[in-house]
């Protein structure tokens, strides 16, 4: 599987959109983003995935770019209870099934 | 999305014993769970993929005689620590791959393993 590469920190204000970058210059035609996020002592939740065309759902958004060498996780409207460590995998769908996680991004969202 | 339980939540134990914990997939069926541990301050790291039916697979590293795992129907993963020592002290979490949902992996809630 690619390997990705995320901000270490990042900090944003409560209300604000948040944009998590993640770069994964060596993704391969068949893998997907994945973006998990963890939340202190609990297990890690997912938040939504992609393939190449940009996804939205209830918690966020993923923007891929065209040549899909990286791509963004937008939370819309900052709460604090969107502060967490957000992991950006990349993965074959089918066949290897395996999360490898990073050290993600850990996201503080400031009141 | 899917559920995913763990149980215990946290668990003490004295060193020396054996530590059972499960993982079930509460609405849908999973043939293939994982097994991760976390120490403080750090990423994940995958431990074991466990399939219905069939032996788990181990990454290297991992201990398959101390880390035993049983996965006997479609909705249940168990992970026994066995000999427990301190070192083993640790969070474990477990993961349910859900086939009807592109085979995306939900978690647990994660086991908090302390050995005295």
């Known amino acids: 599987d690619a390997k990705t590469t995320q901000p270490t920190s990042m900090d944003c204000a409560e209300g604000r959109a948040a944009n998590l970058p993640c770069n994964h210059s060596?993704?391969?035609?068949?893998?997907?983003v994945y973006w998990y996020r963890q939340i202190h002592s609990q297990g890690p939740q997912y938040i939504i995935h992609g393939l190449k065309n940009n996804e939205t759902n209830e918690m966020a958004s993923l923007i891929i770019t065209e040549d899909r060498k990286s791509s963004t996780l937008i939370l819309p409207h900052a709460t604090l209870r969107d502060t967490a460590v957000y992991y950006c995998i990349v993965r074959v769908d089918m066949g290897a099934q395996k999360l490898v996680f990073g050290q993600g991004t850990r996201l503080t969202i400031n009141p | 999305g899917a559920v995913v339980s763990q149980h215990p939540s946290w668990v003490i134990c004295k060193s020396g014993t054996s530590v059972k914990i499960e993982c079930r997939s509460l609405?849908?069926?999973?043939?293939?769970m994982f097994w991760y541990r976390q120490f403080p301050k750090q990423s994940l790291m995958l431990m074991a993929t466990?399939?219905?039916?069939?032996?788990?697979?181990?990454e290297q590293g991992v201990e398959k005689d101390k880390f035993l795992i049983n996965h006997a129907s479609l909705t249940l993963s168990t992970l026994t620590v066995t000999s427990a020592h301190p070192e083993d002290s640790s969070f474990y979490i477990c993961?349910?791959?859900?086939?009807?949902?592109?085979?995306?992996?939900?978690f647990g809630p994660g086991t908090r393993l302390t050995v005295l």
């Open positions: 466990s399939n219905e039916g069939s032996k788990a697979t181990y």
């Open positions: 993961s349910a791959r859900a086939e009807r949902e592109s085979n995306t992996q939900y």
């Open positions: 060596t993704i391969s035609g068949n893998e997907y």
């Open positions: 609405d849908f069926q999973a043939t293939t």
